[in-house]
């Protein structure tokens, strides 16, 4: 039985909770997998930024693959590759291998099943209306981080970290399995011909994205590290994730509804508005007592974004060639995200804190606000030079 296409929004929740829900529990893991690998936090550092890296690499290939074979196919492949990651680290022994299965799988599994194979679904079938169904989907991202999470760290100590590892992958090809036997097969009409679509005109939106990247999985991923650094249990500090993805999701349920009055470029401002504030709170002084007021406000602000500027750059996208033609957004978003990851690594490990990195944020986020300041005003006001260049504008600036 298949899924009727107005219902696909359910199901790109239930990828994106498995997909993001299995990425982002991987800073919850990594305290107890030194403990009981006897892996370095370098090497598990090292392994985060390669896998992120692979991931970015990946987005040339899967943006064709969506165009050649369907959203249905890449994504299911990506979901079932991600859970084989983790029944692979269930059984690994050396560092290599860690490294390797994280890298490797993961960061592949994580390329095929994540946004863009989702904006991808969803989009070719419901076009330039694909806004309020991406961001209910991507309520997903959320679930997966509020569950993932919050189960790890009540698993780790009654079955410990390798069955932990292995439960994740069982239940994530389980939901994989569904997924298959539910989503409809996407038409693709000449998937092999013409080329990927110019996203030249949306070049601020995209830095911008790459800006927020930059931060986002940092933040998410090192704030367990950095909060146990801060005098926290790895049980407190493992939920501080579980309580950003639950502000997330209701965050995102309040898009959904906001997104019927306003444009996404006006809500997305007022996101990085509060994401400046969380980043700020996150280095003042008062430290560790304000994490958890960090990570509501980091979380309501961060994860949001991500599908509100996939629904600026889909827009008026021919729905053949959309996995090619965003693809370079998630290029910059991987690659911004593994080279933050990199960088906040060489600040700590020069400084034994995240808070210069937090403070490098704070910096990229308010260049992102500036950069989605708004011009067509400015614009707008300009005399017209020549019969019609007032219209010009006007059809220009509200693209």
């Known amino acids: 039985m298949t899924m009727r296409r107005e219902h696909l929004a359910w199901a790109g929740l239930a990828a994106m909770t498995v997909s993001f829900g299995l990425n982002f529990s991987m800073g919850v893991f990594f305290a107890p997998t030194a403990a009981s690998y006897g892996v370095s936090a370098t090497a598990l550092a090292v392994a985060a930024a390669l896998g992120t890296t692979v991931t970015g ?7 064709r693959l969506l165009d050649r074979v369907g959203a249905r196919a890449v994504l299911v492949g990506g979901l079932a590759l991600i859970s084989g990651s983790y029944l692979l680290l269930s059984m690994v022994r050396g560092t290599w291998q860690f490294v390797a299965a994280y890298m490797v799988l993961g960061g592949l599994g994580f390329a095929a099943s994540s946004t863009l194979a ?40 009654p079955i410990g970290v390798r069955a932990t590892y292995a439960l994740f992958g069982a239940v994530g090809l389980a939901v994989t399995g569904i997924l298959w036997a539910v989503l409809p097969g996407d038409q693709v ?50 939920r501080l994730v579980a309580l950003a993805a639950l502000a997330a999701g209701l965050t995102a349920l309040v898009m959904v509804r906001l997104q019927r009055q306003f444009r996404p470029e006006s809500l997305l401002r007022g996101l990085y508005l509060v994401r400046i504030a969380a980043l700020a709170l996150a280095i003042s002084p008062l430290g560790s007592a304000a994490l958890g007021v960090v990570a509501v406000l980091f979380g309501a602000a ?19 060639r959309m996995g090619r033609t965003l693809s370079p957004a998630w290029v910059i978003h991987q690659l911004a995200a593994a080279a933050g990851l990199a960088v906040a ?20 986020s308010v260049a992102a606000l500036l950069l989605l300041a708004p011009a067509r005003a400015t614009a707008a006001a300009l005399p017209p030079r020549f019969p019609g260049e007032h219209e010009a504008r006007v059809a220009h600036y509200s693209r």
């Not at 690499?57 to 943006?63: D, H, K, N, Y």
């Open 57 to 63: 690499l990946a987005q040339p290939f899967v943006g």
């Open 189 to 238: 009409s000449s998937p092999v011909a013409g080329q990927a679509e110019s996203l030249s005109g949306r070049a601020r939106v995209l830095v911008s994205f790459g800006l927020h990247s930059a931060t986002l999985y940092v933040v998410i991923l090192m704030l367990p590290r950095h909060a146990i650094e801060e005098g926290w249990s790895v049980v407190a500090a493992g």
């Open 118 to 157: 989702v904006t991808t679904l969803i989009g070719r079938a419901l076009g330039d209306r694909v806004g309020p169904a991406l961001t209910r989907a991507a309520i997903g991202i959320n679930l997966g981080q509020l569950i993932g999470p919050w189960a790890a760290t009540a698993l780790f100590d």
């Open 345 to 364: 690594s060489l600040i700590h490990s020069q400084t034994d804190s995240y808070r210069g990195y937090f403070a490098l944020g704070l910096g990229f």
């Open 302 to 320: 961060s994860f949001p974004i991500i599908p509100l500027t996939m629904a600026v750059l889909s827009r008026g996208l021919d729905p053949a």
